[in-house]
């Protein structure tokens, strides 16, 4: 069974940065793609960052680009979001997410993992 391990959440003071760390595992495949979602009170779950395939290639929100950044290490199935010049509506659920295959036929299965809070607030 595909688990997704989240940590790194916390309270930052507004221009504060924190770094969330995901690692995936239970399951022989890699993940093809994993990224970090965010949800806050009252909002849709929003994309906020992931890293895409063998090349690693990435995808931001727009929001984020040029404070956060994802990166990701094969070895160990797991993704980071670094996160910087934090304000206040960059508060919410942060949820790691990863694409792995699995499954009969197989197929490419969304995984979640429980989430971690991050509070930007002075």
């Not at 929003?46 to 950044?69: C, H, P, Q």
């Amino acid at each position: 069974q595909v688990q997704l391990v989240e940590s790194g959440g916390g309270l930052v003071q507004p221009g504060g940065s924190l770094r969330l760390s995901c690692a995936a595992s239970g399951s022989i495949f890699r993940p093809n793609a994993m990224g970090w979602y965010r949800q806050a009170p009252g909002k849709q779950r929003e994309l906020v960052a992931a890293v895409i395939g063998d090349d690693g290639s990435t995808n931001y929100a727009d929001s984020v680009k040029g404070r956060f950044t994802i990166s990701r290490d094969n070895a160990k199935n797991a993704v980071y979001l670094q996160m910087s010049s934090l304000q206040p509506e960059n508060t919410a659920v942060y949820s790691c997410n990863a694409l792995i295959v699995g499954g009969v036929p197989l197929r490419p299965i969304d995984h979640w993992g429980q989430g971690t809070q991050v509070t930007v607030s002075s």
